[in-house]
């Protein structure tokens, strides 16, 4: 079994950044990619970023890219994101996932384990 613990959320100004962490544990931890994924109210859980465990590639969703950065730590069996220039529409529950070789990195589906989600909200 895999657990998964994200903290780091909380609420910041618009333009301000929050940096989320996302700890792994279990003897079975070994993930082909990680990823982040956010929900608002009232709204589908959307991908935000992934990394490769492995060879560390990333992939950013358009609304993100430039603004967020994922990176890891393999020895620490954790995972970050680096959210700069926040914007009020980035208010979301934050999750991060683990999923193995098969499925697409984009799709929450394809994720077997899940944290509880932290909760971010960016005020105008």
């Known amino acids: 079994q895999v657990q998964l613990v994200e903290s780091g959320g909380g609420l910041v100004q618009a333009g301000g950044s929050l940096n989320l962490s996302c700890a792994a544990s279990g003897r079975t931890f070994s993930p082909y990619r990680m990823g982040w994924f956010r929900q608002a109210p009232g709204k589908e859980r959307e991908f935000v970023a992934a990394i490769s465990w492995i060879g560390g590639n990333t992939f950013y969703a358009d609304s993100v890219k430039g603004r967020f950065t994922v990176s890891r730590d393999n020895a620490k069996n954790t995972v970050y994101l680096q959210m700069n220039s926040l914007k009020p529409e980035d208010t979301a529950v934050y999750y991060c996932?683990?999923?193995?070789?098969?499925?697409?990195?984009?799709?929450?589906?394809?994720?077997?384990?899940w944290g509880q989600g932290t909760q971010v909200t960016v005020s105008s």
């Open positions: 996932a683990s999923k193995p070789p098969r499925g697409l990195y984009y799709e929450s589906a394809a994720f077997n384990y």
